[in-house]
């Protein structure tokens, strides 16, 4: 009989974690969309702003009258010396104070709010941190851009299942801590299937046994022993896996985006994002 409760019991963990990823999948177009549709522009307008008129501008002063974004009535600007807090991000948990000729953009989604940091160039969204830096000419990210700076000691230590996903995953995750490192060094990548067309990870440090939740993902994940870099839906994969449909005349699903992540104090950061079928 316990046998029986028990199974009930992962099944049922099974399919909420299964109905979680099914959530968070047909969330993150909306989150992606967000991201450039509102808040990119508003970095954008606040940097120009600043660099014309050597101050930030002022949501009084009709500064942003022909700004045309779509957040206005919901957006503030912190400005150099001020207090900040929101407890919805690691980074700002605990009150800080913003350094004098740095800023952070506050703006309101409905239950939570996303923000740019200039202090590291960093915007807070729904699908995590992204690294927008001063936009130059664009070209495509590559593994030699984020070597890597471990070299693995040959030990492999046990893993730390300190959440309740590390503890469902915990065979996958412990056979995985035994092998040798196939990512970043002295790391490796843990994959799992989370239902159709969806995918997870853990990244684990063999030398220190912390496991890093990833991230879901549709088509494949591209990463090496030599870099910190990690690509979600590479593009060669993209146009592989749609390869019947381009051929047909039709076009790549708006949520099939290729993402670069780098891997750095155990914490994967968003640094840039591109279309597959745009680099065809």
């Not at 471990?150 to 299942?161: A, R």
Request: glycine share 6%.
């Amino acid at each position: 009989m316990k046998k029986i409760f028990l199974i009930i019991a992962l099944i049922f963990i099974a399919g909420i974690f299964a109905l979680n990823e099914y959530l968070l999948y047909k969330q993150r177009p909306k989150d992606l969309a967000f991201v450039e549709e509102v808040t990119k522009p508003a970095v954008r307008f606040v940097r120009k702003f600043y660099k014309e008129n050597n101050r930030l501008p002022d949501m009084d002063k009709h500064d942003f009258a022909e700004s045309g974004l779509k957040c206005l009535g919901a957006m503030g600007i912190y400005k150099g010396g001020d207090k900040f807090q929101d407890k919805n991000y690691k980074d700002f948990a605990k009150e800080i104070y913003i350094p004098e000729n740095q800023y952070i953009i506050w703006i309101w989604r409905g239950e939570w709010a996303e923000l740019y940091y200039s202090a590291n160039s960093t915007i807070y969204s729904n699908i995590g941190k992204i690294y927008f830096p001063e936009e130059t000419e664009e070209r495509e990210i590559t593994m030699e851009d984020f070597p890597t700076r471990f070299v693995w000691n040959g030990k492999n230590v046990e893993p730390v299942l300190d959440t309740e996903m590390k503890q469902n995953y915990k065979t996958l995750i412990t056979q995985a801590a035994c092998l040798p490192p196939d990512f970043n060094g002295k790391y490796k990548i843990a994959q799992f299937g989370a239902g159709t067309m969806a995918h997870g990870f853990f990244i684990i440090n063999l030398e220190s046994g912390v496991v890093t939740e990833g991230f879901t993902f549709e088509i494949a994940l591209d990463y090496s022993v030599d870099s910190e870099l990690i690509i979600r839906n590479p593009k060669d994969a993209v146009l592989d896996c749609w390869k019947d449909e381009l051929e047909a005349g039709e076009k790549i699903p708006e949520w099939c985006i290729t993402e670069y992540y780098r891997f750095e104090n155990e914490e994967l950061k968003m640094i840039g994002q591109s279309k597959p079928e745009e680099e065809k």
